[in-house]
């Protein structure tokens, strides 16, 4: 959730360590800090606020100097914002500094334990426990005193330390929470994601649960929680530093939202061969899809949304009961689950933390589980029984916008392979979806060409107090991602409903220039959200109304303003309408002067409940 660094090797650490953290900026955070041994011993600094603060204090890193030390970018979960609840965090005799990520869930009991014994505490962090901890245990090998802390632990972390007895080394170890080696030449490094370290190297090893790295400048030795010596294979990082850089962009999710139709083309092109869906990292026979009884898809947030939509794909194509779940819900609801379910789990990053547990939740269940993610190597990717990744390259700004258009795109490919596979749907109107599958990307570009006419738009409402999304069927699932892009960078209050629920209860809130969003391209539903959009006109409402090209003369005699886009299949219809609702989005936090790849109180990886 947070930002780790950690450098070791023959050049300054503070300014690398800020450079690194810079460029994880984008998985949020409240405060900043650094760790370096100058010699002399652990020199900590550390700031309340965006990363700029902590920069200024130390001069761009030339006022702290020493080769090795650690950074972190925290987002609070114990202990408000603070300087002094910042990472690292310190033992009370000085001797290791500690940078983390996660939650360690009986951190009141061991911090109970140590102050029985007379430990003093600074911070209200559950990570200074793990500082205190591990100062505690330790009798002169720091490895030894690391097996102890994750002994006791219970939760999630990605740590990085650093011991003032050790100033040649540091040291990571993970649970449920990401953490890579990079491997250089000369110095070596650790980081929570790829992009802190790409400037330095592409070679990297990741960190299994319980995994200890040991760190020097030559030399990366890795241990299984036994402490045992383990051998890792490095990988080598494929795509080049620039995918992580704006390349001319005034953010990172404009640059995102055009690059969709170049990450569909990844996706989906090398999957079809010769008018076939071929999934080659999938071993589902025929057999085993006959089999398959009860389909659920598992996911949070955009990725849940991205399973709304699945849902009308699968039941059309296979004809099978499938349910969505919000991951933190699943495993608590005690799940109906056995050998013939298939559980597919979506998830970005592949470490988010609720969507893990589901997944154990359901293999231990003894359901199959396919899994869509994006970071090879991943923790969900390694526990799946077969998994699928949408190759989106990397995704920097908080608001996810390509991520979930190369999510839609695998979903469609595992839906229309399975159906292929069954072999019930004619021949002739599987090629037609193979081919609409094939033509999204350049479909996706047309639906980027007329930005303005978004922009236009998104000038004259970027200060409404609220805005509702309407739709029905796959409109209603482009609704619910529409609706949370605009909440996630705007700050602006938005619902999404269902066109037959305005009547429920959601149009008493209508009043005289409210904005509704209605998105009518599904054309089996369209004359009924005419309907819809008659009825929020009448209370007074302003409407913008999204449809296919075919039906733009139909819908410019009941909306206020129109956006169209290309006709395609119905289930791949939200891979189009989600484009100019992206781009609204966009425009609106734009003009608002939101902070729009770092909006508040939001991280990119999720990697806690």
Known sequence: MCGIVGYIGEEQAAPFLLGGLQKLEYRGYDSAGVAVY?????????????????????????ALPGVVGIGHTRWATHGAPSDVNSHPQVSDGGMFAVVHNGIIENYLQLKNHLLRRGVEFVSDTDTEVVAQMLE???????????GQVTDRVEGSYALGIICADCPEKVFAVRKDSPLIVGLGHGENFIASDIPAILSKTRDICRLRDREIAVLEKDTARFFNADREPIEKEPERVQWDISAAEKGGFEHFMMKEICEQPEALRKTISPRIRDGRIVLDDVELTAEQVRRISKVFIVACGTSYHVGVVAKYAFEKLLRVPMEVDVASEFRYRDPILDEDTLVIIISQSGETADTLAALREAKKRGARVLSIVNVVGSTIASESDDVLYTWAGPEIAV??????STQLAVIYLVALYMAQELGHTPPA?????????????DLASASLADKETIQYFASKYFNAKDIYFIGRNVDYAASLEASLKLKEISYIHSEAYTGGELKHGPISLLEDGTLVVAACTYG???????SNVREVKARGAVVLGITTRDREESLKQETDYQFCIPKITDFMLPSLSIIPLQLFAYYVASMKGCDIDKPRNLAKSVTVE
Do not use: C, W
């Open 136 to 146: 505690y245990y330790y009798k002169g090998d720091v490895l030894e005193a690391i």
């Open 399 to 404: 608001a996810s916008t390509k991520a979930y």
């Open 524 to 530: 089996r539903l369209f004359d009924k959200m005419m």
């Open 38 to 62: 100058n010699g002399t011993g652990l020199h900590v600094v550390k700031s309340k606020g965006r990363l700029s603060v902590l920069d200024g204090i130390l001069q761009g890193g030339r």
């Open 429 to 441: 109107e599987m090629a037609a979806y193979i081919e609409d599958l094939q033509r999204l990307p």
